[in-house]
């Protein structure tokens, strides 16, 4: 597996560096949520995810990095099982799937890109909702108008998360968000 400073240079290869995020350059906010999901004690999996979760775009940021025909380049390079989670996040239709948290349809999965439904693992369940608080939880720690607009609904959102969160993450968000 390559190592963190490879996987930061693909990244600005693709273009992340070019990229403006909410408060900065995208590669910035990408290295920001691997590095809480790192500091919360997760496996390298999901840290890579973290690292590469807006490849292909998200439904809060509809930039892509690469092209979805070439998930494989990526798989190659973050490996299979972070390139799923990073898929799952990107593809996440958000108005749709967050509300099932927390109800008995949260294992069944709405996939912006496709229009379709399927159903998840409860790890997979686990890990989304992980790289969810972190990706949040970093932009939330850089901007208090953030917080100030947000803070409450994403507060909401991950108290329904709390049981597929770890406690370090779900510490960092009490005291960021309240």
């Given at each position: ?31 920001g949520t691997a590095q ?51 898929y799952l996040y990107c ?71 709390r049981p597929w969160v ?13």
């Amino acid at each position: 597996m390559p190592s963190d400073g490879d996987l930061l240079a693909f990244l600005e290869e693709l273009g992340a560096g070019a990229i403006t995020h909410m408060h900065g350059p995208l590669a910035e906010h990408l290295r920001g949520t691997a590095q809480l999901l790192r500091a919360w004690g997760n496996r390298e999996a999901l840290c890579r995810a973290g690292l590469y979760h807006a490849v292909y775009g998200t439904d809060g940021f509809d930039q892509s990095l690469i092209d979805l025909n070439l998930r494989s380049r990526i798989s190659a390079v973050i490996g299979e099982e972070a390139e799923t989670l990073a898929y799952l996040y990107c593809a996440c239709d958000r108005k749709k799937f967050y509300p099932r948290i927390g109800t008995q349809q949260q294992l069944t999965f709405c996939d912006r890109f496709t229009n379709g439904e399927y159903a998840i693992s409860e790890s997979q369940l686990r890990d989304l909702c992980e790289l969810t608080l972190a990706n949040e939880l970093e932009l939330a720690e850089a901007d208090a108008d953030f917080r100030a607009q947000y803070g409450a609904s994403l507060a909401q959102l991950f108290e329904r998360m709390r049981p597929w969160v770890s406690s370090t993450g779900f510490e960092t968000c009490n005291r960021l968000l309240g």
